[in-house]
């Protein structure tokens, strides 16, 4: 062990001989694996004890339920995306900017399920605002998860209490981008709902009966969302944008699937690999390490 091997070194030199350069790297070396040693129990007995790890094993049933309804979430969202872009290439093209301007959109989950909800006052405005708030956390907790890069270098750690105030800036700069992206992606994948909102009217003149808007409603009768509006004719003006746009979320739901099929066959981190990244970036801190 380290208290051997230190002792060994130490009686080496008991007759006051200086050590050679050798002898006292290796010798620092010890002291060093040692204190690390020493810091990691510590952290580890700190982690165990914490009233959170023990608030998070009495929550281990709720949390394995949330963990499933949001998997069926993220599920849903990503495929009504997929189903809105399979529209967009099969029914539309480049010089239309992949814009639909007829009912093309074939049966989409978070759609249908959201414009159903718009029977029962308020439960829609609570489902998008839920969702909006989950796709939120979930960039947060992506950025934390993988840190700032630029390219192929990491330029910062995002960890709790120990960000640097350069890395806390970008932060909330790629989260108020990720916010205006998610307009647009919200528009992709709920498109009646996005472009209509909770608007209803009157189909049919003789046994007449109110329904949610869509594309299928007479002229006049339902208005277009202002974002909705604002990109339809940005789209219709300018071709390449909505193109790019459409490239761009269909890369970002191949990378979710790569993602999702990565994540079944991870392991994942226990207490103590966690434990070894935190002290990993307190030791890469400069303001720890003044």
Known sequence: GWNEEER????????????????????EKLRGDKHRYNELERLLDSERQSCWTKIQIFLRPFSIVLGIVLLLL????MSSLGVTLADKFVYSNFTMGYFLSATHYHYNPMNFILSEAQHIF?????LITLLVFYVAACTVNGIR?????FFWVKVF?????????????ILSGLFSCSMVALNQVVLVAL??????????????TGNVTVVPCDNHAPPGECQLTQFASIIARFTLHANFYGAIVTYLITAFVAVYVVGFVVAL?????????????????DEDDPLLNI
Do not use: C
Request: proline content about 8%.
């Open 8 to 27: 060994l070194l130490i009686s080496k030199y008991a007759d006051g001989r200086p050590m050679i350069p050798a002898d006292r790297r290796r010798m």
């Open 74 to 77: 993220s599920i849903a969202f």
């Open 122 to 126: 308020p439960i829609d405005y609570v």
């Open 145 to 149: 998860r993988i840190g700032i890069w």
């Open 157 to 169: 750690e995002v960890v709790p209490h120990r960000t640097m105030p350069q890395g806390l800036l």
């Open 191 to 204: 498109p009646t709902y996005a472009t209509y909102g909770s608007q209803h009217y009157r189909n049919g």
């Open 265 to 281: 066959f991870r392991r994942k981190r226990n207490i103590l690999e966690k434990v070894i990244g935190t002290q990993a970036a």
